[in-house]
Nanobody
Framework: QVQLVESGGGLVPAGGSLTLSCVAS????????MGWFRQTPGKERQFVAA????????YYANSVRGRFTFSRDNAKNTGYLEMNNLKPEDTATYYC????????????????WGQGTRVTVSS
């Protein structure tokens, strides 16, 4: 079993930056993808970004492309989501997930989830 823990959320003004971390623990960690999704009350969980663990290829939602950057440190079993030029519409709880085998853009594909970290972007 894999356990994921997110951190780095907080309050930031519009135009500011924030970096989220997702640390995986377990005997081994070798997923197909690690991904970030975000959710606000009353709405579906939305895909934000994903990284293929073995190759570091990255994939982004159109709404964050050019502003967010996903990277990973394999030795630390940690993924990082650097968020720049933040907008009020980025406000959400951000969840980290990992896929053993599946499609990175759908939340139903993810086998493991963290508890979430809240990001609030003020106007």
């Amino acid at each position: 079993q894999v356990q994921l823990v997110e951190s780095g959320g907080g309050l930031v003004p519009a135009g500011g930056s924030l970096t989220l971390s997702c640390v995986a623990s377990g005997r081994t960690f070798s997923p197909d993808y690690m991904g970030w999704f975000r959710q606000t009350p009353g709405k579906e969980r939305q895909f934000v970004a994903a990284i293929r663990w073995t190759t570091s290829n990255t994939y982004y939602a159109n709404s964050v492309r050019g502003r967010f950057t996903f990277s990973r440190d394999n030795a630390k079993n940690t993924g990082y989501l650097e968020m720049n030029n933040l907008k009020p519409e980025d406000t959400a709880t951000y969840y980290c997930g990992a896929i053993t085998d599946g499609f990175y853009w759908t939340d139903s594909s993810y086998d493991y989830w963290g508890q979430g970290t809240r990001v609030t972007v003020s106007s």
